[in-house]
C-alpha cells in the first residue's frame, strides 16, 4: 500500500532497498572512533550529505547495525505512489 511503513532487519531487504534507490551505506564523520564507524546514515549521493558522511563497505555497516540491535524502518512508495527515500534506523525493541 502507497505510504505505508515497514520494518525489518534483513540485510538483503534493506541492501536491495538503499541500492534500488542509489543508496550506498555510510556514517556520520564527526561521529567515528579508531575501530566504530559512527553513527550509520545512507548515503544519497547528490542530496547534499556528502560532506558529512564517510562511505563504509557492506560488511561493517551491517556489523554496526547488528551491533547497535538496529532495525531498518522504511517506506517503498511515498502517498502518491512515488518511489520512497524515507528511512530511519530504529532500536529493536521499539519494533514491538
Keep these: 500500500m502507497a505510504g505505508e511503513s515497514h520494518v525489518t532487519t534483513n540485510h538483503a531487504e534493506i541492501r536491495r ?8 551505506p555510510a556514517a556520520v564523520k ?46 517503498e512508495q511515498t502517498k502518491s505512489g512515488d518511489t520512497s527515500r524515507f528511512f530511519k534506523f530504529v532500536k529493536r525493541e521499539r519494533m514491538h
Design 17 to 24: 532497498w538503499m541500492e534500488s534507490r542509489g543508496g550506498r
Design 30 to 75: 564527526a561521529t567515528a572512533g579508531k575501530d566504530d564507524p559512527g553513527i550509520l546514515r545512507v548515503n544519497f549521493p547528490g542530496y547534499g550529505a556528502e560532506a558529512s558522511l564517510e562511505e563504509i563497505d557492506w560488511e561493517e555497516f551491517f556489523h554496526k547495525f547488528e551491533e547497535s540491535q538496529l532495525a531498518f524502518l522504511y517506506q
